[in-house]
């Protein structure tokens, strides 16, 4: 950056390693945010999955620490799911699709649903990521307007050396003597 910006005083070395900071610190927010909507996937997916997995067979047994067992497996059967799918089970990947497509419903379905729940934390890392980089624009038009106050003031003193040429000096002025 600061190769490409060729800071000329110090002030500009400061806003070039401010820019610097602001775009990393973006490219952070925009990972996190990326990872935090690939978090809220699977969630989603075990929400949406609960319902059609509740239906699941029963345990085999007969005795109540059975029952149990299998009323707890069944109510975490969504959940169970969503996790095998999201470690990538190729098992359940194919379950998890068929059971969306029984429902009339597509991953982009689930993705949305994900997208919608968790709008609100979406647009906080949006407004923060926009922040940073409205802070980054700022930088790079001051540093345009600090150039262009220095460019203004290096043509008034070229103008000033031209008028300056022009002058007359008279013969007999005295020169100034060192002692």
Same mark, same amino acid.
């Given at each position: 950056m600061s190769g490409n910006l060729k800071p000329s005083d110090i002030f500009e070395e400061i806003w070039v390693r401010e820019i610097v900071?602001?775009?990393?610190?973006?490219?952070?927010?925009?990972?996190?945010?990326?990872?935090?909507?690939?978090?809220?996937?699977?969630?989603?997916? &075990?929400?949406?999955?609960?319902?059609?997995?509740?239906?699941?067979?029963?345990?085999?047994?007969?005795?109540?620490? &059975?029952?149990?067992?299998?009323?707890?497996?069944?109510?975490?059967?969504?959940?169970?799911?969503?996790?095998?799918?999201?470690?990538?089970?190729?098992?359940?990947?194919?379950?998890?699709?068929?059971?969306?497509?029984?429902?009339?419903?597509?991953m982009a379905s689930v993705v949305a649903q994900a997208t919608a729940s968790e709008l609100d934390k979406i647009e906080r890392f949006n407004r923060i990521i926009a922040s940073a980089e409205w802070r980054c624009n700022a930088l790079l038009h001051e540093i345009e307007r600090h150039r262009a106050t220095i460019a203004q003031k290096r043509r008034n003193e070229v103008r000033k050396i031209e008028n300056a040429e022009f002058e007359t000096v008279e013969a007999n002025a005295v020169a100034p003597t060192c002692n």
């Open positions: 900071d602001l775009m990393w610190e973006t490219f952070r927010w925009r990972r996190h945010l990326a990872s935090f909507h690939e978090s809220a996937i699977p969630k989603s997916l &075990a929400r949406i999955l609960q319902p059609l997995t509740q239906n699941e067979p029963e345990a085999h047994g007969t005795s109540l620490m &059975a029952k149990l067992r299998a009323a707890g497996d069944a109510h975490n059967a969504g959940e169970k799911l969503a996790n095998e799918w999201a470690a990538g089970d190729k098992t359940a990947t194919e379950l998890v699709q068929g059971k969306l497509v029984s429902a009339g419903m597509t």
